[in-house]
């Protein structure tokens, strides 16, 4: 078997195993290095695992208020959380398996350990330095591992880690990275969660349906900083409905330890530091990407704070590297590292009209509860851009189906640009929002006007109808409200 290549990914997360498929469709001799597992942080400790644990809670809140919907449960529903966590554990090993059978399926090579890149167009893979772990998933015959690679193109996607606070650094006992909190083997009585952006939003929600008191501490002024001002603010309001506690224009400065407890003095805005013991310290605080010990120095490969520095079709500085996901920089989310390989690698084989990454463009979903969704520009921004806008609005409350759903309490706003009728954003909050966002995605790249909106036809009843009466609340032509 040959070592050598036309095209080398390292990384088998949601970017890395996307565009090596891709790159197999594409004719081209495609190997794929991995250290750990096949499906990287997304499938095997992030997207995936979270959203079937987010599942459990979800039904767990709804047998909770089953009388409200003419239905009686015999007992208490309670949550075994040894069975939670393992439904969520086998979910992923399902999904991993299913990535070494797409492997197997495009013919892409897989190789196991730790790349370097030694020289332009070339790797040495050594032992890793991750927990050994022995490949698990069907693989092509002659399982390859250790040794020196070329490929004429090296794409890195090797992702991102959980960021670290000086002296309040995760050591797996009291104080959690997303790694712990989805796997407790036992369920804490309280929790305090550092960092109120989409991971720490979701496991604040995932614990307090498990029954669990937590407080939510956020150094910036809104839960979900990079949303819409006026949707987070009716988050938070719903959020503590729920009975989360959240402390905004807060940090935590210190943190002390106890024998199985820790104590968080959070210093707010105006220096006034209040005590919180609590069971557990969930650390959100963001991710970092991957780019030690690459040999990205040798090579004298660009990076920013924390980052390979990329054009909008991965390429790096240096001629034949690039680079994708994560590393690469924000926004930190599988979809769009899956759409930078997919980019990327039709632009190396000469695929015609590829057009480069418009992150403008790309959807951010909360799985929380309630959800929250969004894609394009803010309220804010548009102004601070100095656009002159339309915003409409259509509340949860007024849809017939969320209604019947007993999911009346949420919002779609959607933002026009008032000279041209272009939807330059759109952002939700309410029960399956993840899911309505992309109409409104597609709608933006398919440069949908405000007519052409209204004009479509939504279907009855249905959670997307909102879609349609926000768009036309914006012009002054809402009918449902």
């Known amino acids: ?35 750990e597992h096949l499906g990287g942080i ?42 939670v966590v393992a439904r969520s554990r086998g979910v992923s090993a399902r999904l991993n398996g299913g990535v070494g059978f797409l492997m197997k399926k495009n013919k892409i090579d897989v190789i196991w350990g730790e790349a370097k890149l030694t020289k332009p167009n070339e790797i040495k893979v050594g032992p890793t330095s991750k927990p050994a772990v022995q490949p698990q998933n069907p693989v092509p015959k002659g399982v390859l591992g250790e040794g020196t690679y070329t490929a004429k193109h090296i794409i890195v996607a090797t992702g991102a880690r959980p960021r670290a606070l000086p002296g309040i650094e995760p050591d797996g006992k009291l104080i959690w990275t997303y790694f712990e909190a989805m796997k407790p083997d036992f369920m804490p009585k309280s929790i305090v969660v550092m960092g109120s952006g989409a991971i720490g939003i979701e496991f604040a929600s995932f614990y307090r349906s498990m029954g669990v008191d937590v407080t939510v501490v956020e150094v910036m002024s809104q839960i979900m900083p990079v949303e819409d001002a006026e949707i987070s603010a009716m988050a938070r309001k719903l959020l503590e409905k729920r009975g989360l506690k959240i402390i905004t224009d807060a940090k935590v400065s ?3 330890k106890g024998a ?61 590297l690039y680079a994708i996901g994560d ?24 695929v015609p009209g590829v057009h480069p990454m418009d992150k403008a463009k790309i959807p951010g979903c909360t799985y929380c509860n309630p959800q ?44 026009f640009d008032k000279k041209s009728g272009e939807l330059i954003g759109a952002h939700m909050v309410g029960a399956e929002v ?48």
């Open 42 to 83: 997304c499938l095997n400790w992030g997207c995936i695992p979270t959203k079937a644990l987010l599942r459990s809670a979800e039904i767990l809140d709804h047998a909770n208020h089953a009388k409200s919907f003419g239905l009686t449960l015999e007992g208490k529903m309670t949550a075994d959380v040894k069975e």
């Open 260 to 320: 199985n407890s820790i104590t968080a003095h959070v210093e707010t805005k105006d220096g006034k530091v209040q005590q919180l013991t609590a069971d557990r310290l969930i650390s959100a605080v963001g991710v970092l990407g991957n780019i030690e010990n690459l040999g990205l120095e040798a090579l004298g490969v660009k990076t920013d704070r924390g980052c390979i520095v990329i054009d909008g079709y991965g390429k790096t500085n240096v001629p034949g």
């Open 327 to 350: 590393v690469a920089g924000p926004p930190m989310l599988a979809h769009k590292a899956e759409h930078e390989g997919v980019i990327c690698i039709e632009k190396i084989a000469g």
């Open 372 to 415: 929250v969704a969004s894609v394009g520009v803010t309220e804010a921004k548009a102004k601070a851009d100095g656009r002159d806008i339309r915003v409409g609005r259509y509340s949860f409350g007024a849809n017939g189906k969320a209604i019947a759903l007993g999911e009346d309490q949420g919002m779609v706003k959607v933002i």
């Open 434 to 481: 993840t899911e309505l966002i992309q109409g409104f995605v597609v709608a933006m790249n398919l440069e949908t006007t405000e007519e052409e909106l209204m004009h479509t036809i939504f279907p009855h009843p249905t959670l997307s109808e909102m879609m349609k009466e926000a768009v036309l609340d914006a012009y002054g032509k809402v009918l449902n409200a």
């Open 254 to 256: 210190k943190v002390e």
């Open 1 to 35: 078997m040959s070592n050598v290549y036309d095209v080398i990914i390292i990384g088998s997360g949601p970017g890395g195993y996307v565009t090596a498929i891709r790159s197999a469709q594409l004719g081209l001799k495609t190997a794929i290095v991995e250290r």
